[in-house]
């Protein structure tokens, strides 16, 4: 059976400024067995240039091919339903350099679309522009849902909570493309070439990467970065956290390092792994 994997970045790969354990194993032995995978994020504001050379910091080894933001997947989006849209935009180069790869022109000059993206550039100005724009029916979207990113120094206001004054204001709803969005889910299995049951989701957050997953029936490991009691509390999923079921189910591990293999770079291995991980699942219900 053929594998690739999907792997959230923030929270399974790094924290803030520090790698997690296990992370740079893990893709070194992604590459080394062959098996297909992509790093995707929900954080708009950098390029995956920027995100390479942050990676290579931490001793991750990959490309720049390896790497999906939520703001190529916008990119994408639009070029999907209007190639010649035009767009103004709330956000930083991540999402600036995507929607010009894209050819998607930035105007404030009755842009298609309004795009919010995650990042700390933001005034008054800006806001006035973009509420009339939507105002005047320019499509409303921003890359991500989440109301707020973990910084070093603490959390921050996210693209969502910038997106919902917004909201407020116009009375119109922002189209999230980011996860749980199951289009970015679904262009990243198309970029690695597989089938929904070749794909392995590996993730910190239920309400986006194993939610986005579970919808399209992708294998989800969910590793506990996030404090346990918090994803108890705040997930619709709780009662369902273990299980097994049909085409799609949940696994759970403490942490990335629990999936290099102890055995080379042999591709059965991460297979053998998910299959021990479904044993002792089963075994726990
Ligand atoms: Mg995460």
């Not at 240039?49 to 490309?63: A, N």
């Amino acid at each position: 059976m053929k594998l690739g994997c999907l792997l959230d970045m923030d929270g399974v790969i790094y924290r803030g400024s520090e790698v997690i354990p296990g992370a740079a194993e893990f893709i070194r032995f992604l590459t080394e067995a062959s098996i297909p995978y992509l790093l995707l994020t929900n954080n708009s504001a950098p390029t995956p240039l920027d995100i390479l050379v942050k990676l290579r910091k931490f001793g991750v080894e990959t490309t720049v091919e390896h790497i999906y933001t939520s703001g190529m997947a916008t990119a994408e989006w639009i070029v999907r339903q209007k190639p010649t849209a035009t767009a103004y935009v709330i956000g930083e180069s991540g999402l600036l350099t995507a929607l010009n790869d894209a050819g998607i022109a930035v105007t404030r000059d009755h842009p298609d679309y309004v795009i919010v993206g995650e990042g700390r550039t933001l005034n008054f100005e800006m806001l006035e522009i973009a509420h009339r724009a939507i105002d005047a029916g320019a499509g409303f979207l921003s890359t991500n849902a989440d109301t707020w990113c973990p910084t070093d120094a603490g959390p921050r206001p996210g693209c969502g909570a910038i997106a919902a004054l917004l909201e407020s204001a116009t009375g119109r709803q922002a189209y999230h493309v980011g996860k749980p969005n199951p289009f970015m889910f679904r262009a990243a299995r198309k970029k690695l070439g597989l089938a929904t049951d070749e794909v392995l989701m590996v993730g910190d957050t239920m309400e986006t990467d194993i939610r986005g997953a579970t919808d399209l029936g992708f294998k989800n490991i969910l590793v506990l970065t996030e404090e346990p009691q918090r994803i108890k509390r705040k997930s619709p999923f709780r009662n369902g956290l273990l299980f097994i079921t049909g085409a799609f189910w949940v696994g759970l591990v403490e942490s990335i390092a629990r999936l290099v293999p102890e055995n080379g770079s042999n591709p059965e291995a991460i297979l053998g792994l998910i299959d021990s991980l479904k044993n002792s699942m089963s075994a726990a219900n």
